[in-house]
């Protein structure tokens, strides 16, 4: 499960919980100036604010369900409605991921503060000094916490980054194991390939995506660069692109089409299919068609990227993209 593509991701905040205001005010100005954070002073302040229940459920348990249509092969089905309430929602962003958690602290130690978090799948690291790194070994041992850090390696704040990042991939990927034990079957076989997941990184880094989420039909992942424009990858297996090759030849596709198809050179994205086409034009096949990247895992990939897809989905970027709420989040500072 360790190596399963989450079925989705966006920024979220990271909490610091410290009673050493210096290290706070370091934080504050270390850190760039997109790294969404919050801190707390006094650990009763946060335990109140980290406990006041989210208004909505992670998206894992409302986006996604079961088809069971044809028993021999059930499949995950993506609820687009939900899907686009949550991306119009703006407040994802605030919400905490990541809890890193000094232990030396009045009234609660680290630990104690730990133990009250009502929220199990928040991931929490200890912020330890020298004598306090073996009870902090302890509690990593006995999942009383997720991660450990010797405050003396945090020279600046920035050095804090790739712990939090690695906790926050944690977070997500905990949902690639609910979904699949929610809804009682494997993911999507693409999701599963180490081949598939060194493309679908390096997609992300290419195209600056900071958020993604598993969608269907066909599968693949809807992205979203900070300024809210989208794009859609979808992945292919053989016998899909087989299945795309035999419909092009039996709706006369123009050579050059069926030439493209057979060597694996583009996949088609039908988002209307040539059968429910009604334009007065022959069905626009080059328009349809993406450049395909062959990907050789277990089994064989064709993957396509469209660039502002058709997405059924009504999402204005002004309104709740991560730029727009990083805007909002500085004029409020």
Known sequence: MANQLPPYYHPTTICFIDDNASFLR???IDLPDDY???SYLHPDEAIAAINTPDPLPPLVDRCFSLDNSDPSTPIIRLDLSVLENE?????RFRRLSVLMIDYAMPVFDGLELCAEIKDKTLKKA???GVAEEKTAVAAFNQGLIDSYIPKRLITDGNKIIPYAEALKKAYFDQYSARLSSNLALNPPRF????RVAEFFYAVIEAQRIVEYY???E???YLMLRADGSMLRLVFYSESQRNEQLALAQAHQAPVHIMQQLTSGQSIGFLHER?????????????????PATIIKGEQTWYAGIATNPPADIDFDPRASSYDQYLAQRKTKT
Do not use: H, N, Q
Request: charged share 20%.
């Open 87 to 91: 991306i119009k929602l703006i407040e």
């Open 218 to 220: 066909p599968y693949g």
């Open 126 to 128: 200890l912020l330890t």
């Open 191 to 194: 999701m599963t390939e180490e």
């Open 26 to 28: 370091a934080l504050s």
């Open 274 to 290: 040539p059968e429910d086409y009604l334009g007065f034009e022959p069905y626009p096949w080059d328009d349809v068609m993406l």
């Open 36 to 38: 969404l954070f919050i």
């Open 214 to 216: 598993l969608v269907s």
